[in-house]
Every structure is written in structure tokens, then in C-alpha cells.
């Protein structure tokens, strides 16, 4: 009979890892993603769902059960403090950080000793503790946090929208998987990243104009700077104004519509995709980018995608073709 299979996420101090004495019972890990599957010793796959393009993970934490959203575009591990609250050990000062629109105020920190996916540990952890709740309300759901590049970085990271799920398989410290038996599909084609800070930064082409994207799996729709070459934009076909709400909660209007003819070398292009033009200025002054626009569920959409950071590299697999 098929069981699901749980994979364990516990905040274990370096006493217990050493420890010879059974752990009673009715102990309980604080983290489980609750339908993750264990393929082998350093590989894990978790399926997800779609909620407003964006790509979410279930998760028990510290006896509550909610969502997290899976986001590239984060520097690190968060935690919504409507579900969290502070206790001594958080640091109480409230820090200041980035967003792609706007500053996130009120974030506060808290040092986990140890996280561990089944035996994939990482070790030293911070969590940032973020008031998540204008997500909450804009999406209708109960969300607990969000896994950034903290967590991701030490995966190679298989996302998958055909099937969605999202592979994750340990790494050494140059990149090569610790199991060579992974994915049964085949690798197809690949194209090196840079790395600024925790984003991946693409060289693409629009037309035939240079540009640099970059890559975050969280943004609902691509997103290209308004200021970009009019050679550029003639490619941008403009259809509607939306409302989008900034990572601070802030509303903002943007002009919506698709881009056409983006491609990242001769042989990986895409289809039309939906973007919206706004000004990526204060991401830019915080990532020390230079960013000409983000792609975001629109690539993963088209391209079953494999992330590896300590390569730098990116790897596509063949979506199968669906007959009428």
C-alpha cells in the first residue's frame, strides 16, 4: 500500500546529534513538509500548487500547518509574525530591509542552530520574522513564511510545472550532485548565471538587443524597466493597468501586457510572456544590480528549469509534447 513519505525538517542542537538515547515518541520535529517524497539519501521531491502564479509548498511548523511560498528573489528564510511571534530569543531591534518596489521595515531575526532536511543539514540558520499578513489578505491564504536562497543555495533545484514539484538534491561545495541518480529525465541544454548577492542575473536578448534579467521564481509576472531603449519596448505590447502590491504591502500601478521575442541564446527562446513595465530602481540600489527586468513564473511556465548556484548554471529539460 502507498504511504506518503514526510521529510523532516528539525532544529536538533549538536548535543542531540550525538546522543545515544531514543528520542521519546511523542517528540515532534518543528518543521515537516508534509507531502515531500525521498527519492534517495541526498535527494527529496515536494510538490507544490499554484496560488496566483505563485509556487507554494505545505508545511507543518512549530505545531501549526500552513503554506510557504517557494521565492529565488529571497535572501533568506521567513517567517510571517502574525503566526510567529517574538520571544526573547529574537533580536528585538527592528531592522530594515529591501524589496523590489519597496522597504520592509519591522524585520526581526532569530538564529536556528540547526535545519535539517531529513540528513541534508544546514547548519547556523537565520530566520527573518516579517509581517506577511498583506500576502495573506491579497492571496486569501494562510501563509507561515518563506524558503529563500539561505535554504535553496546548498540544492541543486529542479522546478517543475509540468508535474509541479520541486526537486531538491544536495550538493558539495563545487556543484556536483551527491547522487548521481536523480532525474529521469534528460538534460537538454544549459547557460551560465551570474550571482549578485543572492540574485540570478541572466544575459538575454529581446529582439536582438542585449539585455540582463534576473531570475526570481515568486514574481507573478515578468517585470522590465520602464526606461529600457524604445528598441526595446517595441517588442512590449501593452494591454491593460493593474494593481500589484509591493513587498512593503503598497499598492502600485503598473502597465500589464506581454513581451515578445526574448530569447537567452539561439537555441532557448520563449513565447510570448506576461510583463509588466515598472521601475526596478530601488531593487537595483539594493541588490547592487542592474537589472533591465525580472523574469518570473512566465519562464517556469515555458521551462522546466534546474537551478544549481554553486555552478552558476542553469539546466533545461524537455517538456513532453502533448498530443490534441
Known amino acids: 500500500m502507498h504511504q506518503s513519505i514526510k521529510i523532516i525538517i528539525a532544529f536538533l542542537i549538536s548535543a542531540q546529534l550525538f546522543a545515544n538515547e531514543v528520542i521519546p515518541p511523542k517528540a515532534k520535529p518543528p518543521l515537516i513538509f508534509t507531502k515531500a517524497e525521498i527519492l534517495n539519501a541526498s535527494t527529496t521531491r515536494i510538490p507544490f500548487k499554484i496560488i496566483d502564479q505563485l509556487i507554494v509548498v505545505e508545511v507543518e511548523i512549530l505545531d501549526k500547518e500552513g503554506n510557504f511560498i517557494i521565492d529565488t528573489g529571497s535572501e533568506s528564510f521567513i517567517l510571517n509574525s502574525e503566526h510567529f511571534k517574538p520571544t526573547r530569543k529574537y533580536r528585538e531591534d527592528g531592522q530594515q530591509k529591501s524589496g523590489i518596489h519597496n522597504d520592509i521595515e ?10 535539517s532536511i531529513k540528513d541534508l543539514s544546514l547548519e547556523k540558520l537565520n530566520a527573518d520574522i516579517i509581517d506577511l499578513s498583506h500576502i495573506e489578505k491579497t492571496k486569501k491564504i494562510e501563509l507561515l ?8 543555495k546548498d540544492f541543486e533545484v529542479f522546478v517543475d510545472m509540468h508535474l509541479n514539484q520541486i526537486t531538491l538534491t544536495k550538493t558539495d561545495r563545487n556543484g556536483k550532485r551527491l547522487s548521481d541518480k536523480v532525474y529521469a529525465e534528460t538534460i537538454h541544454d544549459s547557460i551560465n548565471f551570474k550571482l549578485k548577492k543572492h540574485t540570478i542575473v541572466l544575459n538575454a536578448f529581446v529582439g536582438d538587443k542585449k539585455v540582463e ?5 515568486a514574481a507573478e509576472y515578468n517585470q522590465l524597466n520602464k526606461d529600457l531603449d524604445s528598441e526595446i519596448l517595441d517588442y512590449f505590447y501593452l494591454s491593460k493597468e493593474l494593481k500589484l502590491t509591493g513587498a512593503s504591502g503598497k499598492k502600485m500601478k503598473v502597465l500589464a501586457g506581454k513581451l515578445y521575442r526574448v530569447r537567452l541564446n539561439d537555441s532557448i527562446y520563449f513565447g510570448p510572456m506576461k510583463t509588466v513595465l515598472t521601475n526596478l530602481k530601488k531593487m537595483n540600489n539594493a541588490f547592487s544590480t542592474n537589472l533591465d527586468g525580472i523574469l518570473g513564473f512566465e519562464f517556469f511556465a ?14 533545461f529539460i524537455k517538456s513532453p509534447i502533448i498530443e490534441p
Open 145 to 152: 513564511g518563506i524558503i529563500g536562497y539561505s535554504v535553496l
Open 213 to 217: 534579467f534576473g531570475l526570481d521564481t
Open 302 to 315: 515555458q521551462k522546466r528549469t534546474i537551478i544549481n548556484y554553486k555552478k552558476k548554471k542553469l539546466y
Open 106 to 115: 519591522n524585520v526581526k531575526e532569530r538564529h536556528l542552530d540547526l535545519l
